[in-house]
């Protein structure tokens, strides 16, 4: 368990909430200080967040769009057939708003009022820095 990544989950701007961010708190209390390490299977998710295997899949896949998390370990989060590592993006949730949605691959919606470049930030794995008011 990680306080500093249960922190950064529920302090952070991350916009959605509802069961979204039951299902992001409940993987930073898998994560490490990193945020990494994270490898729950979709059944304990599902029973801790009180929801559907089926409704944790779909939120995950909702997750890896908005660039929150991503797989560990390789492209695909493990080997075939084991369950899927996952990494907190720590960088992000502790962003400006705006940032999430940003995906890399062309998915997801920019949050908030501006991108503040967030496209490029997350493409180049730049950190995001606050805009200054």
């Given at each position: 368990?990680?306080?500093?990544?249960?922190?950064?989950?529920?302090?952070?701007?991350?916009?959605?909430?509802?069961?979204?961010?039951?299902?992001?708190?409940?993987?930073?209390?898998?994560?490490?200080?990193?945020?990494?390490?994270?490898?729950?299977?979709?059944?304990?998710?599902?029973?801790?967040?009180?929801?559907?295997?089926?409704?944790?899949?779909?939120?995950?896949?909702?997750?890896?769009?908005?660039?929150v998390?991503?797989?560990?370990?390789?492209?695909?989060?493990?080997?075939?057939?084991?369950?899927?590592?996952?990494?907190?993006?720590?960088?992000?949730?502790?962003?400006?708003?705006?940032?999430?949605?940003?995906?890399?691959?062309?998915?997801?919606?920019v949050?908030?009022?501006?991108?503040?470049?967030?496209?490029?930030?997350?493409?180049?794995?730049?950190p995001?820095?606050?805009?200054?008011?």
């Amino acid at each position: 368990m990680s306080v500093r990544a249960t922190r950064a989950v529920m302090e952070g701007p991350y916009p959605r909430g509802g069961t979204h961010l039951v299902v992001l708190l409940v993987l930073a209390d898998h994560a490490d200080d990193t945020g990494g390490g994270i490898w729950p299977s979709v059944a304990r998710v599902a029973r801790v967040a009180r929801c559907s295997a089926r409704q944790v899949r779909r939120i995950l896949r909702d997750l890896e769009a908005d660039g929150v998390i991503e797989p560990d370990g390789s492209a695909v989060g493990g080997r075939p057939g084991s369950t899927r590592r996952w990494r907190l993006r720590l960088d992000l949730l502790g962003a400006q708003p705006a940032v999430f949605g940003a995906a890399r691959s062309g998915r997801g919606h920019v949050f908030g009022s501006e991108s503040d470049g967030a496209e490029a930030q997350l493409r180049d794995g730049a950190p995001t820095e606050p805009a200054a008011a």
